[in-house]
């Protein structure tokens, strides 16, 4: 009977010291979990751009409707032709929209009236460019072989340079997201002793040009000049959250 009190007690000490142990140590965890400093930073990058989009559209309209788009057709034909001739590979152009709409004649008031008075197709082609220093030269080009519309320009990175560029500002990010740690740890009077976690989350936003004025200047055929473009800078831009510990 003394024996098994005797195992009793020494199995009671041991699951004691045990709860002791386990205790201290989630104390121990807790206040690492509370000795942290949460912080965020944020970096830009500006690079010029090396990729352009280009919208052209080719508009007829006739009362005809099967008149309205084999001229609509042979146009487009053209105006492929002649980039084509430009230099621009045949992979790098592509159909984005085709439309048939009707046009109904209005009355003195402005009222619609039911009777239909003409067909509009649009066929809208996108010419992605590797160049941008020939962006005027294209538009001129798709414009004097029938194009009567240019409906956006959008000028970007390519992957290898937006890749560079957002490293470059995740960089930025972290040495920011870090010298303001030291600032704080330094006015707490403590040492940062590491990292907890990191959160990463990244911005790009193209170049978008003024259209109106594109094919304003674009229409003007007779011209001997070409057709200014100016891409501009793109901005590339990052933010980082970091929970650094500290003691």
Do not use: W
């Amino acid at each position: 009977m003394m024996k098994k009190m005797r195992f009793f007690m020494v199995a009671l000490v041991l699951a004691m010291l045990a709860f002791t142990s386990c205790a201290a140590a989630a104390v121990t965890d807790t206040s690492l979990t509370d000795n942290v400093i949460h912080v965020s930073g944020s970096g830009t990058v500006t690079g010029t751009p090396n990729r352009v989009h280009l919208a052209f559209a080719v508009e007829t309209e006739s009362p005809d409707v099967k008149a309205a788009q084999a001229d609509n057709a042979a146009r487009m034909s053209a105006v492929v032709d002649a980039l084509v001739a430009a230099g621009v590979p045949k992979d790098q152009m592509k159909t984005t929209g085709y439309s048939i709409y009707p046009v109904y004649e209005s009355t003195t008031n402005g009222i619609l009236d039911q009777k239909i008075k003409t067909y509009q197709v649009t066929n809208t082609l996108q010419v992605t460019l590797k160049d941008v220093n020939q962006t005027g030269k294209i538009i001129d080009t798709a414009v004097s072989a029938g194009a009567n519309k240019v409906n956006s320009i959008q000028f970007m990175l390519s992957d290898e340079q937006a890749l560079a560029l957002r490293s470059e500002a995740l960089r930025k990010a972290v040495l920011g997201a870090r010298t303001d740690a030291d600032i704080v740890a330094a006015s707490l009077g403590v040492v940062i002793t590491g990292t907890k976690n990191a959160e990463i989350s990244q911005g790009y936003t193209p170049v978008a040009y003024d259209n109106s004025l594109v094919t304003l200047s674009a229409m003007t055929k007779s011209s001997a000049v070409p057709t200014p473009i100016q891409p501009g800078d793109v901005t590339v831009t990052a933010q980082v959250s970091i929970t650094y510990t500290f003691r």
